[in-house]
């Protein structure tokens, strides 16, 4: 397409530095396969150190202009940049297609929602940081009221991207939106299944004019680049989604804010009284979305054994509705991201196969596509009743109380989302008190969106908390000014 044709040299795409796109001096690429085909579809340029460091020291001078820019003129310039992304939405879920093998119609939205995303980042950045606190001394203690607090947010200056590659432009938007109208610069690292469609979503920031600098988008292997960016002394902020590599990143990264999210364990309890019905569309919904690589999915349903059998047989008639196959023909379940992902799922359902699992469908696989597989009566010593297997492959705990429930839920190290379903107002929000998760979703599978909505986990799901609010809250730090007088001033009255 013509207004992407400067992003590409020959059949390799630019990284995008000081508001040009440019060839990487390494001469090197990294190939990108096609999760569908298993053969290469695009290519991008595998950048140098010098390259990032030159990257983030343009980024270190632009963000000093930017800081100075007023924050309704930063708004404008990401509500144009929201505009030309929605305009582009085909061109772009096109590379998300090829990519990450994510359905057409998923892929279409996700960068509609992008768009709508770095509005209400725009929208609400004018609100939140045209406020600030004003204190007073005499609150405390020992003090006359003879200083005035005045607190306002400022920026932090480099903020660091790095997004997994189940939703390389909404979770990269979702960490650049707050970081620029918070007045910002950042550097992208995208995830390399991925990249291209990042690409596509940088050039339209590109075509909104934000300055030279303030944003850039820096391509090549993770484990190539990563240790030197997130520990680049310039850096002043990580935004990072992804797996384990977090945990690394947080032990290495120096001084500076973090803001983490990483894998899940999403419990599903369902309880006697529930809408069995509701909870196996969503349980469907929740574990079979873009094939389970969502940190969100449901990845494993702890049912009350009297409801179990009646659960299981209408989770099962609705998987069986599914659709399987390629992500053009926007199919329910394509193949997972690589090839080795699918080994891994592969590993968890021989384990479970060979502990006694119930298979509810055969398993089958074709390449990196699994068809999708509910496993009934698994138990704990199976692998897959802990680790999650970002793929279509649901297993079914059968429990006899609820504390059985909750306790197999907080016993996962990871604590991101979790979800009930009964028709007890009350005993779902005791249950969700009890819940060691970021978020429970009651009577609804777990999900990040809306996207304003607080997202956050705990333990090794994350540090920090998402949602637009709080990550324009978060890439920020708050600075006084105290006006000291020279006696007591007291109101009126
Ligand atoms: N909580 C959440 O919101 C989400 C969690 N996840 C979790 O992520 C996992 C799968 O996603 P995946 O993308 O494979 O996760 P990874 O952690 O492998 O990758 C995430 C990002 O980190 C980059 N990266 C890899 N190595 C390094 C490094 N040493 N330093 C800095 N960056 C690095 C990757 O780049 P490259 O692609 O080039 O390797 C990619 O951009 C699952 O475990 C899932 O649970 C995924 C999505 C969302
Ligand atoms: O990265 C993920 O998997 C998510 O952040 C989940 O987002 P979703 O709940 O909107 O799919």
């Not at 040009?20 to 579809?41: A, D, F, H, L």
């Not at 009651?442 to 637009?468: M, V």
Request: hydrophobic share 40%.
């Amino acid at each position: 397409m013509a207004t992407f044709a400067e992003i590409i040299d020959g059949d390799v795409y630019k990284y995008y530095a000081d508001g040009q796109w440019k060839v990487s001096s390494s001469g090197k690429s990294v190939p990108i396969i096609n999760p569908s085909t298993r053969i290469t579809q695009f290519k991008v340029q595998a950048c140098t150190q010098e390259e990032v460091n030159r990257v983030i020291e343009s980024a270190k001078t632009a963000q000093k202009a930017w800081a100075k820019t007023p924050i309704w003129k930063r708004a404008e310039l990401l509500h144009k940049a929201a505009a030309i992304l929605k305009e582009h939405k085909t061109p772009i879920a096109e590379c998300l297609v090829k990519e990450i093998a994510k359905p057409a119609k998923d892929a279409l939205s996700e960068v509609v929602r992008s768009g709508d995303l770095v509005s209400y980042c725009a929208e609400e950045g004018v609100r939140i940081l045209g406020e600030g606190k004003f204190l007073v001394s005499d609150s405390f203690p020992g003090n006359d009221r003879t200083k005035y607090c005045l607190t306002s947010k400022i920026p932090l200056g480099v903020v660091l991207a790095i997004p997994p590659f189940n939703y390389p432009v909404n979770l990269a938007v979702s960490k650049i939106g707050p970081a620029l109208i918070a007045g910002n610069s950042l550097v992208l690292k995208p995830p390399t299944q991925g990249a291209v469609a990042a690409l596509h979503m940088v050039h339209c920031f590109h075509l909104a004019d934000f300055p030279k600098g303030l944003i850039s988008c820096v391509t090549g292997k993770g484990s190539e680049i990563g240790d030197f960016l997130t520990m680049h002394p310039a850096v002043n902020c990580i935004s990072f989604t992804g797996g384990d590599t977090g945990i690394a990143i947080s032990k290495k990264a120096g001084m500076i804010p973090l803001q983490m999210e990483l894998g899940g364990k999403d419990a599903c309890i369902v309880l006697e009284d529930a809408d069995l019905d509701l909870a196996a569309a969503s349980i469907v919904k929740g574990g079979f979305s873009y094939s389970g690589q969502r940190c969100t999915a449901v990845k494993v349903v702890l049912v009350m054994e009297s409801v179990a059998d009646t659960l299981v047989k209408k989770v099962n008639d609705k998987v069986a509705k599914l659709t399987v196959g390629l992500p053009e023909n926007d199919c329910d379940i394509t193949p997972v991201v690589t090839e080795s992902s699918a080994n891994f799922i592969e590993g968890l359902v021989i384990d479970a196969k060979q502990k006694g699992a119930t298979f509810c469908q055969e398993y089958k696989r074709d390449g990196n596509l699994i068809w999708p597989l509910l496993l009934d009566n698994v138990r704990p010593d199976m692998r897959i009743a802990w680790e999650e297997p970002f793929g279509p492959v649901v297993p079914v705990i059968r429990i006899t109380s609820v504390e059985e429930g909750i306790n197999h839920c907080n016993a996962s190290n990871f604590g991101l989302q979790g979800c009930v379903f009964t028709r007890d107002i009350n005993k779902a929000i005791m249950i969700s008190d009890a819940m060691e998760t970021g978020t429970v979703q009651i009577n609804s599978a777990p999900a990040r969106g809306p996207d304003h909505f607080p997202f956050q986990g705990l333990k090794d799901s994350g540090i920090g908390s998402q949602g637009i609010t709080n990550s324009i809250n978060m890439m920020t730090k708050i600075k006084s000014t105290v006006i000291n007088l020279p006696a007591p001033s007291y109101t009126m009255g």
